[in-house]
């Protein structure tokens, strides 16, 4: 497996080139970055000068965040549908193969009404992106401080947990079967799954996350509050050896929201962050 550097773990990621260069001298294989940023750079000068900042740093570009707000009014889902061919194109030609993004737990409208949009705006999605061999992402959130929030704002529930996010997969019936997992080792653990069910994921894996949690009961975990690996009580060690079980050997990032790590500023949280990855990938 490939450790990735995630911005938002060390604050924000700095423009691109600052970014590239930051992940290639704490050995980090590859980068989550903003497809929209690279086309802006690619503009100001050139797509072959900005594909070769990867190159040359030895660093891939390995996961964007899908460019298309799926969750809102359909005017918008639409504009931004009709841009996704040529952002996908661009990341296909920077060799990207995986976009993602996360499921609410709850949602504050009809959930059948929602998911059965969401099924509708994520075929179109993965259609585009199926065209240019990208696959997409979904990833589920787990913590139960998220989802009682929810339901105490009178929200329905959606999609927590493995089983929900497979049902849902399935039923988005997505071309070439290019929708799949985002493995987050956080969400893993406060939803009480077992290696055996990442096993069982196979292929279905497009991308993961890996983090730890505080020592505090799983029920009680607030979603923000995640460590770097090394730090907390989920058993780690067992998470990737299901993953190699499972046969993934893509990219990995760290993704926390500690003020801590982003206070230290961008070059020590990252030199912090590749360090607690060692001895786990």
Sequence with gaps: ?????????????????????????????????????????????????????????????????????????????????????????????????????????????????????????????????????IRFALEWVGPYTMRKAGLERGNQEFVWNIPATLELIEDVNAPADNVGLLVDSFHWFTTGATEDDIVALGNKIVYVHINDAPDKPRDEQIDNERLLPRDGVIDLHGFVRSLQSAGYNGYVGVETFSKEISALGHDEAARRTAESLKGLL
């Design 1 to 133: 497996m490939i450790s990735c550097l995630n911005g938002v773990t060390i604050g924000g990621a700095p423009p691109l080139p600052e970014y590239i260069k930051l992940a290639s001298k704490y050995g980090f294989g590859g980068v989550e970055f903003g497809i929209d940023g690279a086309q802006a750079l690619a503009k100001e000068i050139t797509q072959p000068a900005m594909i070769k900042l990867f190159t040359d740093a030895g660093v891939a570009p390995a996961c964007f965040g899908i460019p298309v707000e799926w969750r809102k009014d359909t005017p918008k889902f639409q504009d931004d549908l009709k841009a996704l061919p040529v952002l996908a194109r661009l990341a296909q030609e920077m060799g990207c193969k995986a976009t993602g993004t996360w499921l609410p737990p709850t949602v504050d409208q009809d959930a059948r009404y929602f998911r059965n949009q969401t099924i509708k705006r994520f075929h179109d999605i993965a259609s585009i992106l199926g065209d240019f061999d």
